[in-house]
């Protein structure tokens, strides 16, 4: 095997191409060993199918293909990431590590540990931007403040925006893998996980549906949106490549990019805000935490139909319309009063494109805790969402069939009395 290799770890970063991190391990002294861990703390609180992890090992077997048709292969542990490394330097006389960064408080603390852990051994860690733009510091106010309100933060994060922050690394190009017979990929059932059918969206997309973005962005009964935060969740597409289409061809949908790149960096300088609210006045929230009104509400079954469409829509297929995600989190928070902390964690069981930041961001937005949030009187109409943005009920129709008949339920609070109530609420807490 020579005198040393390096080792490029993928984590939300799974692709050959245009992929930072694993461009600087090709050009770089060792040959590359390209490695994953399934993680033992992370996958053991997950259920038996989940649609994520399948996607994750549908992925690696694609890019396991790819590297072995370079005459390479790819390792995969099943294992904490401690356990993982200890294994791996017993096996390969690595001199380098390279990986992509992650910003969320788990990866943090996961990295910190790792990084301490290589020093130990003599073993360089290096870790590059991969999955946002602008990372960290980056965009920040002129005294150096990070920006907590998104249209100041945007307005400078496109004044600092150049050619070359979109440009794509040539990891595709650069061929220094180690020479290696065919590796072990563990089963989904040697994981722990039963393989399923399901209709993973596809990460090629129609342009002009990022050109009529704006028309058709709120409208839960078209395809109007594009379907690719699973796969820039996972890095299974390039930001880069995504952010300089957008940037040429529709400002609306570049904005919702540059969102990402926003509740990133809020939470990677206020840590605090991953379980609490960025608030702090918020945490005082005397919530009613009623768990039949919550089950009710994960199942699809609060009679108000927009609402249960899009929790219908969220269990069977990992996704819900960006529109109606407002809507159901604002209902769980004001017209329940229930804590989103317990929406949040439901949402990251469920969502395909689960992402820590974004997902505590929006949830934060619609409770009225969270950076340049919603008021907290604001409170949005059920009945008047569903007469703006599903007219003609055609998305109504296809998740609440029975909507209309006896079959369906009434409402478990009522609009009105429910709005004053969390009005009080909000007032009494935030005195």
Not at 77 to 98: G, I, R
Not at 161 to 187: I, Q, R, V
Not at 311 to 335: C, D, P
Request: glycine share 6%; proline share 5%.
């Amino acid at each position: 095997m020579g005198e040393g290799i390096s080792i490029f770890w993928f984590r939300r970063d799974l692709r050959l191409e245009d992929n930072h991190g694993l461009a600087e391990a090709l050009a770089g002294e060792y040959p590359v060993l390209a490695f994953f861990i399934f993680d033992r703390n992370i996958l053991e609180e997950l259920e038996p199918r989940d649609a994520r992890v399948q996607f994750i090992h549908q992925e690696l077997e694609q890019i396991k293909r790819k590297l072995e048709g370079k005459g390479s292969s790819l390792l995969v542990y099943h294992a904490s990431p401690q356990e993982a490394w200890e294994k791996l330097l017993k096996e390969y006389p690595v001199k380098a590590v390279y990986t992509n960064r992650d910003y969320e408080p788990y990866a943090q603390e996961r990295d910190k540990e790792i990084y301490h852990y290589l020093k130990e051994q003599g073993i360089s860690f290096k870790g590059y931007k991969d999955q946002v733009i602008f990372e960290k510091g980056e965009v920040v106010k002129d005294d150096g403040d990070p920006y907590v309100v998104y249209t100041p933060y945007m307005k400078r994060y496109k004044q600092q925006l150049k050619e070359e922050h979109l440009k794509a690394f040539p990891s595709a190009d650069l061929d220094n893998y180690l020479e290696t017979e065919a590796l072990n990929l563990p089963s989904l059932n040697e994981l722990g996980f039963e393989p399923f059918d399901f209709d993973y969206p596809a990460r090629n997309f129609d342009k002009s549906l990022i050109e009529d973005y704006h028309n058709t962005r709120d409208i839960p009964s078209l395809r109007g949106t594009s379907r690719l935060s699973l796969h820039l969740r996972f890095g299974t597409i390039s930001i880069r490549r995504l952010a300089k289409l957008a940037q040429a061809t529709n400002e609306k949908f570049f904005n919702e990019l540059i969102w990402r790149d926003f509740y990133q960096q809020v939470l990677y300088h206020f840590p605090h805000s991953f379980n609490a609210s960025f608030r702090k006045d918020y945490d005082a929230i005397a919530w009613e935490n009623n768990k039949d009104h919550f089950e009710a509400w994960c199942k699809g079954k609060t009679g108000y139909p927009l609402v249960d469409a899009g929790m219908r829509e969220l269990n069977e297929t990992g996704f819900m319309h960006n529109r109606v995600r407002m809507l159901v989190a604002s209902f769980l928070t004001k017209h329940l009063l229930i804590d989103w902390r317990w929406g949040e964690a439901y949402f990251a069981k469920k969502l395909l494109d689960y992402d820590a930041a974004s997902n505590v961001g929006g949830w934060q937005w619609a409770a009225g805790s969270g950076v340049d949030a919603a008021p907290y009187f604001r409170i949005f109409n059920p009945e008047t969402q569903l007469k703006k943005f599903d007219p003609q009920l055609k998305y109504l129709k296809k998740w609440v069939p029975e909507y209309g008949t006896d079959a369906y339920p009434g409402p478990i609070v009522e609009h009105k009395k429910a709005r004053e109530r969390a009005l009080e609420r909000y007032k009494q807490a935030l005195k």
